[in-house]
């Protein structure tokens, strides 16, 4: 499953929207982010992976590595 798809999920899971999320991402990094912004960012895999940890801290969640066996 790709990111855009996880990402859809997790705000639909959330009851956020994208508008919802650049917002609080705007507030919590105090750079200008705007829905239509992320969704390029996500669309052509430029996102950050700090942008990624500040998404999945807004949404209550964390980025984990495990190694795979």
Do not use: W
Request: with cysteine.
């Amino acid at each position: 499953m790709d990111i855009k798809t996880q990402l859809k999920i997790l705000l639909t899971l959330k009851h956020l929207t994208m508008e919802q999320l650049a917002e609080l991402m705007s507030k919590k990094s105090n750079k200008p982010y705007t829905a239509v912004k992320l969704y390029g960012k996500i669309n052509r895999d430029t996102i950050s992976f700090t942008e990624c940890q500040q998404i999945a801290d807004i949404l209550g969640y964390k980025i984990e590595f495990t190694e795979l066996k």
